[in-house]
Structure formats: structure tokens, C-alpha cells
């Protein structure tokens, strides 16, 4: 079934990216969070090999787990400070949620004390709702280059956002095309992704300039 669900979200995919945006290319994340090790593998099996994880503690157990297969993971979940150690021993190839510069400083201090580097997209509340983590839309362009100039390990590739939690379509528009203006005022200081895009908007992200969409249960189900 998880082979299926994988081609039918891969077609999707490629449709609204040809209505759309047919010069773009677009990643798929595939969300195993609430997978196991042999799902994931169903979905290797089939042609996925990025996976996106929301807890380091998963993560790091089912990277270990799969250590024997060329998998790319990701960490799409709120970081905490007191992870972060945990997560650079991960080696994620991207972390999708840097929430904050609090956050951007502490992991500036442990990839320099460690000599790394990581990849990251700024995150951004474009919902303004309390339960989300990120930084305002009104703020993230000057955060992302404040970034870029006091946190040299930390390589900035982009921005990510979740959708509005709500029914209207035009609202989740809305939201996603303010992030879709940052993003493209940061294509010159190196934004290249773009992760928005979850199983219930990825259609609306993606006619939004979305080049990553995170899904899970629509492939996981
Ligand atoms: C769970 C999760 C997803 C995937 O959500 P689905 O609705 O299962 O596709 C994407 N992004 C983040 C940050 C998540 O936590």
C-alpha cells in the first residue's frame, strides 16, 4: 500500500507542478513520524529516499536503525536547546525548523565548537497562531540576514512555514504567498528552498512556488 500511496502523491505532485510551476523541481520529504522502520523501508523500496522526522529521539534511533541504506533524513520538528548536540551526532542533511535566533545562536556555538556545519530554512508563523513555532512574517527577512552574517555555520538555504489550520483554501493561500514574496527577496542572498506543503495543502503550496513538500499520511496511511 505504502508503494501505491508513494506513486499516487508522486503523480499528484507532478501534476500541480506542471499546471503551475513546470520549471521548478520539487523535493518530496517523505514524514515517517509516525512510521516504522519497515514502512519506511516500503517506501525506500519504491523509489523514496528522503525522510523527515519531528523528534531527534526518533530520529536518531531510526537513522541508526537504517544506517545500512542510502537515506537522506531531515528534521522538519521543533528543536529544543538541549537537543542539539543529539541532533548534530545525526547529521541531518537538512533541519527544516529554525525557529529563532536564540536557537540560531546556541546551534551557531555547537557547530563551531564542533567544526560542522548544517544546512537549515528559517521557519515562519505565517498563521500568527500561538502553537506554532517560527518567526514572524514581518521579521523573517532581517532575522534571515542577521543570521547569515553572526551564525557563519549555519548555512541558510531557504524558508519553511506550515499552512493556516483551517478549512478555507483562500486563507491557506494567503498565507503561504507572503512567505512565497520572502523567499523570493532572499533568492540573492542564497534562499533556494522552499518547504511548504503538507498531505492536506501540498496542492495550494505548490501553486504557491513551494519546491518541498513535507507528507506523511498520505503516504504513510
Ligand atoms: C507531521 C508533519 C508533516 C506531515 O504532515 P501530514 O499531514 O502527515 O502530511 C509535515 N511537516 C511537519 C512539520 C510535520 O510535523
Redesign the pocket.
Known amino acids: 500500500m505504502i508503494c501505491e500511496n508513494l506513486h499516487k502523491v508522486l503523480e499528484s505532485i507532478e501534476t500541480t507542478r506542471i499546471r503551475y510551476n513546470s520549471r521548478e523541481k520539487i523535493t518530496l520529504?517523505a514524514?515517517s513520524?509516525?512510521s516504522t522502520q519497515d514502512d519506511i523501508l516500503q517506501a525506500y523500496q519504491a523509489g523514496q529516499t528522503i525522510f523527515?522526522e519531528?523528534k531527534v529521539q526518533d530520529l536518531s534511533k531510526k537513522s541508526n536503525d537504517l544506517a545500512q541504506y542510502p537515506l537522506h533524513w531531515h528534521f522538519?520538528?521543533t528543536l529544543q536547546e538541549n537537543k542539539i548536540n543529539a541532533l548534530l551526532k545525526i547529521k541531518p542533511q537538512l533541519l527544516?525548523?529554525l525557529h529563532s535566533y536564540r536557537l540560531a545562536l546556541a546551534l551557531q556555538k555547537r557547530l563551531q565548537n564542533n567544526k560542522m556545519q548544517m544546512h537549515a530554512l528559517l521557519q515562519i508563523n505565517v498563521s500568527n497562531e500561538s502553537t506554532k513555532y517560527g518567526f514572524d512574517v514581518d521579521k523573517a527577512y532581517d532575522m534571515y540576514r542577521k543570521i547569515q552574517e553572526s551564525c557563519p555555520n549555519i548555512i541558510l538555504q531557504g524558508l519553511?512555514c506550515?499552512g493556516a489550520n483551517v478549512v478555507d483554501s483562500g486563507i491557506i493561500e494567503q498565507g503561504f504567498l507572503r512567505v512565497r514574496k520572502i523567499f523570493d527577496k532572499l533568492q540573492k542572498y542564497g534562499a533556494t528552498t522552499l518547504s511548504m506543503g503538507?498531505?492536506?495543502d501540498?496542492d495550494i503550496a505548490i501553486k504557491c512556488g513551494s519546491n518541498c513538500v513535507?507528507?506523511?499520511?498520505?503516504?504513510?496511511k
Request: proline letters at 0%; glycine letters at 14%; a positive charge.
Open positions: 520529504v514524514v513520524k509516525y523527515g519531528n522538519i520538528g527544516h525548523s519553511m506550515m503538507m498531505s492536506n501540498y513535507r507528507i506523511g499520511s498520505s503516504i504513510f
